[in-house]
């Protein structure tokens, strides 16, 4: 509740109207809260200064906050159950392809070309909301095809995009994901606490040794995606000592930074003259650095600004190596590809994956014919130096 002991006054030119206490009243600037409704008592033609509605919205925000704290603060002092008195997670399904993907049309085309995995949303980054009707659809097209559906969550979020992931993940009680993917421990703590899903431990949560490994296991982490700035012999090390089913990103152009600061926004878009004119949809933009290399730019439906590396990551001519090295499904990160390269990509890995482990030369020259040019193989052979 907000009060004021300001007494309404006779209207001399501009009584007060229910669109004027609207106006004042929702803008919540950069609390977490939003106006669903308003109910207006208005008698008779009165005088109110906006100074004072504008005191009664802070006084009201105030005591929102003090109920959370108060919330939370009685969660904290709550005891820790111990991890086996915690809902007990479903396994996931396996999958030995999983694909990242933001779109629908990503999604099929992923699935058509033969992906038993789909991860679903979290970032886009063609700049628009991933609707939770978006959600489910995948989720509809991934039960008819048979494939494991696992929903993502973005790499930041802020305090004031919380409620619109709360919101999505009670969304999805209606079309339960096979995991829920979570790239930071705020987000883990959250997913934990508001649904009893499988949790995946995503790359960018930096699963880089056996003891980061148990910690994610006894959290109640189920699956976790390792670092990659591992090598290929760490990989094969850690995963005879690994307490979870372990994913490694195979295929695709990897994030090099996340950014609050939006280059073609500030450049092109006019921001800090007003509202951003949004050059990011219209047109694709890249940053070039000394070697005249282009670093390709996403910017998502949170005005955060992706920094993607300028080869594309492939270890396609050694698909065939992960599974015989304990990594039970590879990742392929397919949200800066189109939709008729994710189907190419698809249906390479699946018949590389058949090769044998030291395939023939026709088979190998085949294999870079699928891949291109611009590629890396990352650190998988020569780790971070």
């Known amino acids: 509740e907000g009060r004021t002991d300001f007494i309404g006054e006779p209207a001399r030119k501009r009584p007060l109207s229910e669109e004027i206490i609207r106006k004042q009243v929702s803008r919540l600037g950069t609390s977490v809260y ?28 105030e005591a929102l906050d003090a109920l959370r ?6 969660c904290e002092h709550r005891p820790e159950p111990k991890f086996t008195d915690r809902i007990a997670r479903p396994t996931p399904k396996k999958a030995h392809f999983l694909v990242a993907v933001d779109t629908l049309g990503k999604a099929e085309a992923a699935l058509s070309a033969g992906a038993d995995g789909i991860l679903f949303g979290g970032e886009s980054y063609e700049h628009r909301v991933i609707a939770p ?5 995948a989720w509809q097209m991934a039960r008819e095809a048979g494939a494991r559906i ?14 619109h992931v709360e919101r999505l993940l009670a969304a999805f009680a209606a079309f339960p994901p096979d995991a829920v993917h979570v790239h930071n421990i705020a987000m883990l703590a959250l ?29 109640g982490v189920a699956g976790a995606t390792l670092s990659p700035e591992l090598t290929a012999k760490e990989i094969r090390q850690l995963a005879k000592e690994s307490p979870l089913p372990l994913t490694c990103i195979v295929h695709g152009r990897l994030e090099l930074m996340v950014s609050n600061y939006c280059v073609t926004g500030s450049f092109l878009g006019g921001c800090g003259e007003g509202p951003c004119t949004q050059p990011c949809t219209r047109g694709h933009f890249a940053l070039k650095d000394r070697k005249d290399a282009l670093f390709p730019l996403a910017m998502d439906q949170f005005c955060h600004m992706h920094v993607l590396n300028s080869k594309v990551l492939s270890m396609m001519p050694h698909a065939m190596k992960f599974r015989a090295a304990g990594i039970e499904t590879m990742q392929i990160e397919a949200k800066a590809m189109g939709e008729k390269e994710i189907a190419a990509i698809v249906k390479a890995y699946r018949k590389a994956m058949a090769f044998p482990e030291e395939p023939a030369e026709a088979q190998l020259s085949w294999i870079h014919e699928q891949e291109g040019k611009d590629i890396t193989r990352g650190h998988y052979f020569r780790g971070v130096l």
């Open 133 to 137: 009707e978006e959600y489910e659809r």
């Open 69 to 74: 704290l108060k919330e939370i603060e009685a």
């Open 191 to 219: 997913v934990r606490r508001l649904t009893d899903f499988a949790i995946h431990a995503d790359y960018s949560l930096i699963s880089y040794n056996k003891q980061t490994l148990a910690f994610l296991k006894d959290y």
């Open 34 to 61: 939003e106006m669903k409704s308003l109910h207006c008592d208005i008698a008779g033609e009165v005088m109110v200064p906006m100074s004072e509605i504008n005191e009664a919205r802070r006084k009201a925000v």
């Open 150 to 163: 696992d929903f993502n969550t973005p790499r930041i979020v802020h305090d004031g995009q919380q409620k």
